[in-house]
């Protein structure tokens, strides 16, 4: 039988300075969110008799669950949207014409492995930005590397590089994002080019959403 623990009276739990030291450990090692769980947590163990691998494999679990949240975060902060928004706050009630059953079959990311283009077209106000960021937050859930750029923004940075002969460098960054989102693309300059010596403009500079 595993070994387990048993009920014990509060004062047989670890001194302060001992649970002090042992949390600063686990600072250390990373382990942020076993720090700050695992006093609650033997508190817990003890009183439902749990065994020593159940809660350890606990921990084990939070602290995986955990990371999980931070990855994801990070994710959605580099990928600088200007809002959050999800499909679940899209209202399709507005957009009678707009099939959600065709957006939620996007939601399953197919498109990215598939390397196929998604582009929303109508006029202002109708959802098309909250649609490509949901989506595209939906990407960073899955641990995809994502991006959102206006069109305006992302003609001057290749304008920029360009000037600057970083146009290569910056292109290949764009080639290893999962999902490069290019909201207003309909607002670019008229008349404007890609630059001279690009070989070959990434895919997002063609359409409103791009893998």
Not at 50 to 60: H, I, Q
Request: charged share 20%; aromatic share 6%.
């Amino acid at each position: 039988m595993s070994p387990r623990f048993t009920k014990a009276p509060p004062q047989t739990g670890l001194p302060e300075t001992e649970s002090s030291m042992l949390k600063g450990q686990l600072t250390k090692l990373g382990l942020h969110s076993v720090a700050a769980t695992f006093e609650a947590e033997a508190d817990r163990a003890a009183k439902s008799e749990t065994s020593y691998t159940a809660y350890l494999g606990r921990l084990v679990e939070l602290e995986l669950a955990d990371k999980a949240d931070r990855s994801i975060n990070a994710r959605i902060a580099r990928a600088r949207f200007p809002v959050l928004r999800t499909l679940e706050q899209f209202d399709f009630n507005f957009q009678p014409s707009l099939s959600a059953a065709r957006v939620r079959e996007l939601a399953s990311l197919a498109f990215l492995d598939q390397a196929v283009n998604v582009l929303f077209v109508g006029g202002p106000g109708v959802g098309k930005t909250h649609l490509g960021i949901a989506l595209a937050i939906h990407a960073c859930s899955a641990r995809r590397s994502v991006l959102f750029t206006h069109a305006p923004d992302l003609l001057d940075q290749l304008l920029a590089a360009d000037a600057s002969h970083t146009l290569g460098k910056v292109l290949d960054q764009l080639r290893r994002l999962d999902l490069l989102v290019v909201d207003e693309l309909g607002c670019a300059p008229r008349g404007a080019v890609i630059p001279r010596g690009s070989r070959s403009p990434p895919p997002a500079a063609a359409a409103a959403w791009r893998s």
